[in-house]
């Protein structure tokens, strides 16, 4: 079974930076494509930014393109997000999510809190 734990969240100032990450076991990483999500109070869960499996392929949400970057270390089985210039409306809980390329196999993290504020 797979395990995804997130860390690196907390308070921070607008226009200030953080850095998630996402620790996973329990699965052949390299054969995931990893994804950040954020669901602030009230609205539904978003995707922010993925990463396929090989490559250097990525994407963003419009909302965060130029401001967050994601990237993975396969030999460390994890995933990263270096967000800056953060805005109070990135404020959220962000969630890991691994999804097989192939198979149907998938894993959400418990979510780390991110509150951007002055």
């Known amino acids: 079974q797979g395990q995804l734990v997130e860390s690196g969240g907390g308070l921070v100032q607008p226009g200030g930076s953080l850095r998630l990450s996402c620790a996973t076991s329990?699965?052949?990483?390299?054969?995931?494509?990893m994804f950040w999500y954020r669901q602030a109070p009230g609205k539904e869960r978003e995707l922010v930014a993925g990463?396929?499996?090989?490559?250097?392929?990525?994407n963003y949400a419009d909302s965060v393109k130029g401001r967050f970057t994601i990237s993975r270390d396969n030999t460390k089985n994890t995933v990263y997000l270096q967000m800056s210039s953060l805005k109070p409306e990135d404020t959220a809980i962000y969630y890991c999510?691994?999804?097989?390329?192939?198979?149907?196999?998938?894993?959400w993290g418990q979510g780390t809190q991110v509150t951007v504020s002055a």
């Open positions: 329990g699965f052949t990483f390299r054969h995931y494509n």
């Open positions: 999510y691994a999804k097989h390329v192939f198979k149907g196999d998938q894993y």
């Open positions: 990463t396929l499996s090989i490559g250097n392929i990525t």
